[in-house]
Nanobody, 121 residues
């Protein structure tokens, strides 16, 4: 079983910054891609950004130039640096990781419990 624990959410004024962290633990042979999703009230969960095991990144158009994803493979942790925050960034942010639990096993997706980010205008 894989556990993902997010931290770093909170309340910030528009234009401010926050840094989210997500640490993975449990039965992990290899972590493939890691990413961040968000879900605002009344809206579907959407992909914000992801990073592959090789370090390639992809961002939603709405956050390009403002958010930066990074990972520390030794710590099994992914980070999301969020700058120039806007009220429309308000959402619960979820960490996601595609993990190979043991050698030869298939890849399984895991989710964190979510962390609230609120941006006031």
């Amino acid at each position: 079983q894989v556990h993902l624990v997010e931290s770093g959410g909170g309340l910030v004024q528009a234009g401010g910054s926050l840094r989210l962290s997500c640490a993975a633990s449990g039965s992990i042979f290899r972590i493939n891609s890691m990413g961040w999703y968000r879900q605002a009230p009344g809206k579907k969960r959407e992909l914000v950004t992801f990073i592959t095991s090789g370090g390639s990144t992809n961002y939603a158009d709405s956050v390009k130039g403002r958010f930066t994803i990074s990972r520390d493979n030794a710590k099994k942790t992914v980070y999301l640096e969020m700058n120039s925050l806007k009220p429309e960034d308000t959402a619960v942010y979820y960490c996601n990781a595609d993990v190979t639990p043991v050698p030869g096993a298939g890849v399984m997706g895991s989710w964190g419990q979510g962390t609230q980010v609120t941006v006031s205008s």
